[in-house]
């Protein structure tokens, strides 16, 4: 085992560059329009039948900006996850 000895102003410099790191990165803008695999991701589903059927049924927001281009609003998966949500016991 190695043991790692730092000074005590090195250490908390150290643990706060770590923070603004993490913090930066939590930060980071997702964005609003997102791709097919990354709603099937979001959703946790496997095929794009099923992704065609709530997009077909209004339950989540789409753009087809090209025709065969289609985009998914993150805003209103988010919205469909939490209808369906269930409460517990």
Request: proline letters at 2%; charged letters at 35%.
């Amino acid at each position: 085992m190695q043991v790692i000895c730092l000074e005590e102003d090195a250490f908390y410099t150290l643990v706060e560059q770590v923070v603004a790191r993490l913090k930066k990165d939590h930060n980071k803008e997702k964005p609003k329009w997102i791709s097919d695999d990354d709603a099937m991701r979001m959703l946790n589903i496997k095929s794009k039948t099923t992704l065609q059927k709530l997009r077909d049924e209004g339950k989540i927001r789409f753009s087809q900006p090209q025709k065969k281009v289609i985009l998914y609003d993150t805003d209103s998966i988010n919205l469909y996850l939490e209808k369906n949500a269930r409460e517990t016991f």
